[in-house]
């Protein structure tokens, strides 16, 4: 048996624990590569059925087939790899309607496990359950230190390798991924934002909680001190539009994430949202001329899914980053500060689902 010391930062007693089976636990782990990375806690008989309590749905249940091997996630399963992750069991329903939401066609949960590209499911929490378990939607909403955002998003990361079988380098041929890939998970601040909250605007009602996810890249920064809308979403329209964004050539979805700092300037101006929608569709674009010789098609315009009314022959003709201006999805989350996220998608589409809890 091992006695380890645990560290103490406030210059007290340091107590020891008895590791030993546990150590040799985390190092299967490890060995089997059911890891993604990092240690993972041993799902043991007891903390599983911990977690399956916190559901309804019976634990041989499929929620979903998981690409690319197609593994069958069973709620049992599911769950082993919730508890691997840290989740806590009031999480479950969260994961379990991400994984939901994901096998939607509309997303292509397969390209995503397999391509070279960065992205990585992103995980938007909408409505009370944000607060009821204590996911983030404030300050370093996409950073460390939040056990909700941290776990749930790296629930989702455990099963997609485990069960759908996408071992880094082998079948997951990402380029360079991000560090989105351990956990990308968010909620939006709703409390802060001028603005209905992302769910109502598809439909669910505010005292329902959704959860949307959205195969994006690493979230770009912009960071801009101007006291009105126009300079501010003019800073944000230029971000979007550059030459190696996937959105330029394949359109799809995207999400720009506002601060509640520059959400507070713009609607103070009069804006709603749908005005933020139309107006980053206007202004975030680049020439035919431009993308011909700078992009993803290099000098070929024809091969794409761009809209019928853009003139290929023209070099001059202004493509927009996406179809229609609804593509370009709003959410105010963060804390206090002038800076907004501009996050790009892989070209296809966004789903929300709601949580039963």
């Not at 546990?22 to 799902?43: H, K, M, N, R, S």
């Not at 840290?86 to 994984?99: D, I, N, Q, T």
């Not at 079988?165 to 560090?179: E, L, N, S, Y």
């Not at 999805?329 to 966004?350: C, D, E, N, Q």
Request: proline share 8%.
């Amino acid at each position: 048996m091992i006695l380890i010391a645990q560290p103490s930062l406030n210059g007290g007693p340091k107590p020891t624990i008895l590791l030993d089976p546990l150590v040799d636990a985390i190092e299967l782990y490890f060995e089997q590569g059911w890891t993604d990375g990092l240690p993972v806690v041993p799902p043991t008989r007891a903390l599983v059925d911990r977690m399956l309590a916190a559901t309804s749905r019976k634990p041989d249940e499929v929620v979903c087939h998981v690409p690319p091997k197609w593994g069958e996630a069973t709620v049992e399963r599911v769950a082993a790899n919730a508890v691997m992750a840290g989740c806590r069991p009031e999480y479950f329903p969260v994961v379990l309607a991400a994984l939901e939401a994901l096998s939607d066609d509309r997303l292509n949960w397969h390209g995503v496990q397999c391509t070279t590209h960065v992205c990585t499911p992103l995980i938007i929490v909408n409505g009370p359950i944000r607060q009821q378990i204590g996911i983030n939607s404030g300050h370093n909403c996409l950073g460390q230190g939040w056990r909700a955002n941290a776990t749930i998003g790296r629930a989702v990361r455990l099963v997609m390798t485990n069960i759908g079988g996408a071992q880094p380098g082998r079948i997951d041929k990402a380029t360079f991924g991000h560090p989105g890939k351990y956990s990308y998970c968010t909620g939006e601040n709703e409390e802060e934002s001028p603005w209905p909250p992302y769910h109502t605007d598809l439909g669910f009602s505010p005292d329902e909680s959704t959860v949307t996810v959205f195969a994006a890249e690493a979230p770009h920064n912009i960071n801009n001190h101007a006291d009105n809308p126009y300079d501010l979403l003019n800073a944000v329209a230029d971000t979007m539009a550059t030459l190696g964004n996937n959105n330029m050539y394949v359109m799809g979805e995207s999400f720009v994430v506002i601060s509640p700092d520059h959400a507070g300037i713009i609607a103070g101006a009069g804006w709603k949202k749908h005005n933020v929608q139309y107006y980053l569709f206007e202004r975030a674009r680049r020439t035919v001329g431009e993308l011909r010789y700078g992009g993803m098609y290099y000098k070929d315009v024809d091969r794409n899914l761009w809209p019928r009314w853009i003139d290929r022959r023209d070099d001059n003709a202004r493509v927009p980053i996406a179809r229609t201006p609804d593509d370009i999805k709003v959410i105010v989350a963060g804390g206090a500060g002038p800076h907004s996220l501009f996050i790009p998608g892989w070209g296809t589409r966004s789903v929300t689902r709601r949580i039963t809890v």
